[in-house]
């Protein structure tokens, strides 16, 4: 559980520098490193919500 949390501040770590230079700079600037950040973000997401799934006992069991 503290890799995950880990994970999730790390990215939205990146996803706050890529604002902070879109906010000062322009999105242009970021415009592709915004794109793999939130690709990353999302399969992070989707790893995290596969993991708790598993974690989580299934209804009616």
Not at 23 to 49: C, K, P
Request: proline share 2%; glycine share 4%; net charge positive.
């Amino acid at each position: 559980m503290l890799a995950l949390r880990r994970l999730v501040a790390n990215v939205a770590n990146n996803v706050n520098q890529i604002a902070r230079v879109a906010n000062n700079s322009g999105l242009d600037e970021v415009r592709l490193e915004l794109q793999v950040t939130l690709e990353a973000a999302r399969r992070a997401s989707d790893n995290i919500f596969d993991f708790v799934d598993l974690m989580l006992p299934k209804r009616g069991s």
